[in-house]
């Protein structure tokens, strides 16, 4: 594969518990040079949908469950500052922000509620993390040989989805998830 050469010496994966995030998790422990540090940030963590994500982290040191809700600033900072301590001295070499919310709605049912959380947690959720864990992610690129950016020194990584698409309409007639499909957009944007 093509992460074969990469050894990323500490990340942080958010909406980790469960899905795409949980199976970031499980790729990066079978990397022939796991990471020392691997972060997983969820809603929950002492939840009944954390259970397989505690489990895993329990068989390895490596893992720390942190709590973090991405729409939250202060979860953020708090998330950071929680991060900062265990790396110590070095910093952050990846973040990956894959937490993200869909709600099952269509065109004509939609909400401002609905929109503004959607967009909350897969928008605005994903540049208040970079903007909180970039001093990290400077020292992480500071501190490692060579030029430029690289994942193997620091890099931020937004999960979008088909869903975000605009040249395609995948799912529309099965699901017109109007906020998430929008807000993965923007985040496509912001990448």
């Given at each position: 594969s093509s992460m074969a050469g990469l050894h990323v010496r500490s990340l942080l994966v958010t909406g980790a518990n469960r899905g795409i995030g949980l199976g970031l998790i499980q790729h990066f422990?079978?990397?022939p040079k796991p990471p020392q540090w691997i972060f997983a940030g969820c809603r929950d963590p002492k939840g009944q949908r954390a259970q397989e994500?505690?489990?895993l982290a329990s068989k390895h040191p490596n893992i720390i469950v942190i709590r973090l809700e991405v729409a939250n600033p202060a979860s953020i900072k708090a998330a950071a500052a929680k991060v900062g301590e265990h790396l110590g001295g070095s910093g952050l070499n990846l973040l990956i922000n894959n937490a993200g919310i869909a709600k099952l709605n269509t065109l004509d049912t939609e909400t401002l509620e609905n929109m503004t959380e959607v967009y909350a947690t897969n928008t605005v959720g994903p540049m208040l993390m970079g903007q909180a864990f970039l001093p990290l992610l400077k020292k992480a690129a500071q501190g490692s040989p060579g030029s430029g950016m690289s994942c193997s020194k620091a890099a931020i990584i937004n999960m979008s989805s088909i869903g975000g698409s605009?040249?395609?309409?995948?799912?529309?007639?099965?699901?017109?998830?109007?906020?998430?499909?929008?807000?993965k957009v923007l985040s496509h944007v912001l990448s």
């Open positions: 422990l079978k990397m994500l505690q489990n605009i040249a395609s309409s995948f799912g529309w007639d099965q699901m017109q998830v109007t906020s998430y499909r929008c807000s």
